[in-house]
């Protein structure tokens, strides 16, 4: 049986920030009619409320997760397609909103699955993702700060000591040059604030991840996963019973390597980078963890030394991307199954089996 519901109508919303443009196919392809909209939620439900059951397909975008949301509660089924693999699908000579509509349209009634459509993450869980973004945007901010400082500093022939950003303005206050001090100090202060809001958020998303995600508890028992990591990949994962293989996990947040298939060729190319980066950009932190100095001996530890001993080109470079591949698979696999973390368990069932 066909996972999406048949209906006699498709309706594609090409969505701007401002006004959404749509066109509405019948079964047989045929244009039965074509619009525009507010972007608002009353614009929406004065275009689709009432109206017969349709397939609707729109473009992942700011508005898509609550126009997914409200279109749903509508009656209708709703096609939240995959930007990327629209454009691979249609490069189209004369762009405009209203063949972008009626484009999605014809898609979603020839084959969804060449969309590649997604499913929104849960409106609470959407909620407290918020609270990562906000995090990162603070802690970039800080990072461009640091950079600008040190650069300037740099200039008059001076340089500010090594530290980490949390502590930098508290140790390269002393060793500012005196005749920077009018342009840096102000910056020194920002730097002060920005460290002191990430600590905050950092506050705020222990106690979140606490009280409504208990999950990530077992997931921290993993060396080098914290909370910020185990808030982030529960946020990201959502529905863990999504996945009918944990392995599938480490290409949905695109660490495998990209296929370029034809004839005899095959090359080895990048990892794909899909899925979601902030989640990507810290497993990879913590595979640097895992395999560095203050790494704890683990199955994880073990698989990435290998690689490293095998030497070759960028041999540390694909270490760090296995390993953080391998746990994402881990902790999809802990979450599911609710075990505790035994850090050597692969090499204690090989023993056993010698």
């Known amino acids: 049986m066909n996972e999406y519901t048949t209906t006699h109508r498709t309706v594609g919303l090409d969505v701007g920030d401002r006004e959404t443009h749509d066109c509405m196919l019948d079964e047989a392809g045929e244009i039965l009619e074509e619009g525009r909209f507010r972007s608002t939620l009353k614009g929406l439900t004065g275009r689709f409320a009432g109206r017969e059951r349709c397939r609707v397909v729109l473009e992942v975008g700011a508005h898509s997760p609550w126009m997914s949301r409200e279109l749903e509660a509508l009656g209708h089924e709703v096609l939240v397609a995959n930007s990327y693999q629209v454009g691979r699908i249609y490069r189209g000579q004369d762009k405009t909103d209203r063949k972008d509509a009626e484009t999605l349209a014809r898609l979603g009634r020839s084959d969804p699955k060449l969309l590649r459509p997604l499913r929104h993450r849960r409106e609470g869980a959407m909620r407290d993702r918020a609270l990562l973004h906000s ?6 901010s800080r990072v461009q700060l640091v950079n600008h400082v040190r650069g300037v500093v740099k200039t008059v022939g001076a340089r500010l000591p090594g530290s980490g950003t949390a502590q930098f303005a508290k140790k390269a206050r002393p060793e500012l040059p005196e005749s920077l001090h009018p342009a840096l100090e102000p910056l020194l202060d920002v730097i002060q604030r920005l460290s002191d809001e990430i600590r905050d958020f950092d506050r705020k ?31 990201s994962i959502d529905d863990p019973s999504r996945f009918p293989k944990s392995r599938a996990v480490g290409s949905y947040l695109g660490m495998r390597p990209g296929k370029s298939q034809s004839g005899d ?23 640097h963890h895992i395999l560095g100095p203050f790494g704890r001996d683990s199955d994880l530890r ?24 391998k746990l994402a698979v881990l902790l999809h696999r802990l979450w599911v199954t609710g075990e505790d973390y035994d850090p050597l368990y692969n090499d204690r069932r090989v023993a056993r089996a010698a």
């Open 135 to 140: 995090r990162e945007i603070l802690v970039r």
């Open 205 to 235: 998303i222990e106690a979140v991840a606490a009280q409504r995600y208990p999950e990530t508890e077992l997931l921290r028992a993993v060396d080098g996963v914290g909370p910020l990591t185990a808030f982030a990949y529960v946020l």
């Open 265 to 287: 060729q095959d090359p080895e190319l990048r990892i794909t980078r899909a899925g979601d980066p902030q989640l990507r950009r810290l497993l990879v932190q913590c595979a």
């Open 302 to 325: 073990r698989f990435g030394m290998r690689l490293i001993e095998r030497g070759g080109r960028f041999a540390r470079k694909r270490a760090i991307v296995a390993v953080a591949r």
